[in-house]
């Protein structure tokens, strides 16, 4: 059951660690993408739930977030306070464009279900922090 095993190893992998699937199952071809989307449909509730506006992703393991709400103009700062005083660490948008585009930051959410409750908790302390 590889689904299981990638399940398992998430739990123990370490920032910027790498899983690599090979599988002679038939069903993983289908089985990791679904796997995927139920973790981003879980971790973008919680996007939600922090009132983050976001592009809905297309099968991409992140989601970039519209900060202009918040009076963002800086992302590269916006990240930095971010993983100061929220404890959520985020990739500025910006190194994603050579336009200037800075209202923009990208979460990721291939982690465990664990990592994913506790990002949700502090995302929801945006809203009184700002």
């Keep these: 059951m590889p689904i299981l095993r990638v399940k398992k190893e998430l739990k123990s992998l370490k920032t910027g660690q790498i899983i ?3 599988s002679t199952d038939p069903g993983s071809k289908k089985d990791m993408p679904d796997f995927a989307k139920k973790q981003g ?3 973008l509730g919680y996007v939600d739930e922090a009132g983050l506006s976001y592009t809905i992703p297309q099968g991409a393991y992140y989601v970039m977030v519209d900060c202009s ?3 963002v103009t800086d992302d590269n700062e916006f990240c930095r306070w971010m ?3 929220v404890g959520v660490a985020a990739v500025p948008g910006s190194s994603f464009f050579h336009e200037p585009v800075n209202h923009l930051i990208r979460l990721h959410f291939s982690r465990s279900e664990a990592i994913l409750a506790e990002t949700g908790l502090r ?3 945006l809203k009184s922090l700002i």
């Design 123 to 125: 995302l929801k302390k």
């Design 41 to 43: 449909d879980e971790f």
């Design 83 to 85: 993983a100061r005083e």
């Design 20 to 22: 690599e699937l090979w």
């Design 69 to 71: 709400a918040f009076g």
